[in-house]
């Protein structure tokens, strides 16, 4: 059974910065063969992706976090990062990790605010 952990979030201030992790734990997985997904849900409103990285390391971003977030995976590691910076309070919203079509994490609160 695969489980996937985020951390890293937090409260920070408009203008900050934060990185989030996801890792990868379990038997019988494969994460070196899955493309892995950040997505973010704020209250009152749908899930939606963020930014996403395949196998290969090709990436791809919401028009909204263009220029200011980076994913990024570290295969040996098992891990997926959000690097995200110049956060406005538009970006506070619960984010979760998605590796392939449907393994998630629990989520990690990222709240941005003065």
Known sequence: QVQLVESGGGLVQ???SL???CTASGSGFGFRI???TWYRQAPGKERELVAHITVSGTTNYA???KGRFTISR???K?????EMNSLEPEDTAVYYC???TSTWGQGTQVTVSS
């Open 74 to 76: 570290d295969n040996a």
């Open 98 to 100: 998605k590796k392939g």
């Open 34 to 36: 899955d493309p892995m």
């Open 19 to 21: 990185r989030l992790s």
């Open 63 to 65: 028009d909204s976090v």
């Open 78 to 82: 098992k891990t997926v990062y959000l």
């Open 14 to 16: 408009p203008g900050g």
